[in-house]
Nanobody
């Protein structure tokens, strides 16, 4: 059974930083594309960043230059380093991987950017 467990969310002031982690189990982690999504109150879930199994990355325009996605295949973990956070980054952040016919999602971790 695939499990994705996020951690690292919290309350941070504008301009601050956070690092999210997502620990995966039940898959051969190094073979899978991993992604971070977020969902703000009253809005649809959106893709934030993804990293391929060979390390290639893509980012939403709204986070380019501020967020960095990375992975540690030895630890079965994907990270999202978030810098220069803005109030509009406030959302629940979800880890995701595509299993072909289905997708696996974590439970989410809340990031609140506020003074």
């Amino acid at each position: 059974q695939v499990q994705l467990v996020e951690s690292g969310g919290g309350l941070v002031e504008p301009g601050g930083s956070l690092r999210l982690s997502c620990a995966a189990s039940g898959i051969i982690f190094r073979l899978y594309v991993m992604a971070w999504y977020r969902q703000a109150p009253g809005k649809q879930r959106e893709l934030v960043a993804l990293i391929s199994n060979n390390g290639g990355t893509n980012y939403a325009d709204s986070v380019k230059g501020r967020f960095t996605i990375s992975r540690d295949n030895a630890k079965n973990t994907v990270y999202l380093q978030m810098n220069s956070l803005k109030p509009e980054d406030t959302a629940v952040y979800f880890c995701n991987t595509n299993l072909g016919a289905t997708s696996a999602w974590g439970q989410g971790t809340l990031v609140t950017v506020s003074s």
